[in-house]
């Protein structure tokens, strides 16, 4: 398990065409291909900010927590999550006028931006899923000592799944078990402490701290803070014959190959 404080995270400052963001590296590093997690936050919070059409070689995750924008044609705001299998294209990402933040969730590196239109021929198949849905983090916090699960993506047979979790002040909760392809915690609101052996509280995880489970990795117990906190707890599919799905088939992957962007940037 791995848990990162937002003040932990690693801030790179990206200058585009149509102005400057951050990226903000929390496990991992984007633009190589090695088999390691990824997760980062892509901070293009200005006006008419874009990612044109691209899929990836990887099964992933990305929850929109800051701003506003389109992922293709829905609208997402805060904190809206997508996910994608592994080889399905998705975009354009269009900003409105204050630009979009975003976390991207992968279990293995991506193996590159492969760019759309113009790489179909490097799709081993027909597109996958693309699943899209809502955590209301608007609401007043559960009563003191209370949580609230909420089962966010319809259930499935690989073990794919999103589940909200809210606590009030002081609430404690042992996280749902990572039975299928690992799993990330990203504290939303609020702030939680990890506990770790011996019943001791651990590192404490504010707003945008994430917390990486390897599948069939015991689950952190957490305790909320005075306000209490909510928790999207996304995971990934179990590895099968899918393409992409396998971080073991991926890990043969030659590390030289990584497919840039066409302005020749990564992620």
């Known amino acids: 398990m791995q848990s990162v404080a937002s003040t932990e995270a ?5 200058t585009r065409a149509g102005g400057t963001g951050r990226r903000v590296d929390y496990i991992g590093s984007p633009g190589i291909i090695d088999e390691n997690p990824q997760a980062f936050l892509v901070d293009r ?8 059409p691209h899929f990836h070689d990887i099964d992933q995750f990305q929850i929109v927590v800051e701003g506003a ?3 293709g044609k829905k609208a997402a705001d805060a904190v809206t999550f997508q996910y994608a ?12 006028q204050q630009g979009f933040a975003f976390f991207t969730l992968r279990p293995i590196a991506s193996g590159g931006f492969f760019a ?3 790489n179909r021929h490097n799709m081993p198949g027909r597109a996958g899923r693309n699943i899209a849905g809502w955590f209301d983090t608007s609401r007043p916090a559960p009563a003191p000592g209370a949580v609230v699960r909420e089962a966010l993506m319809p259930d499935t047979a690989d073990g794919l799944d999103a589940v909200g979790i809210r606590l009030g002040s002081g609430a404690e909760i042992d996280g749902p078990v990572s039975d299928a392809g690992g799993q990330y915690y990203l504290v939303c609101e609020g702030e939680v402490r990890q506990a ?5 509280e651990g590192k404490t995880l504010t707003r945008h701290s994430l917390i990486h489970v390897p599948s069939n990795e015991t689950s952190p117990t957490l305790r909320a803070g005075a306000a209490g906190a909510e928790i999207l707890v996304v995971q990934f599919a179990r590895p099968s014959e899918r393409p992409g799905s ?3 088939m991926l890990a043969t992957r030659d590390p030289t190959a990584y497919m840039k962007r066409p302005d020749g940037s990564g992620h």
């Open 85 to 96: 299998d592994a080889y399905t294209p998705y975009g354009p990402i269009v900003g409105e």
């Open 45 to 52: 919070l200005y006006p008419d900010a874009r990612i044109d």
């Open 69 to 71: 924008c389109r992922m």
């Open 116 to 118: 759309m239109p113009g």
């Open 246 to 248: 396998n971080p073991k």
């Open 196 to 200: 770790v052996a011996g019943g001791q």
């Open 10 to 14: 690693k801030e790179v400052v990206v």
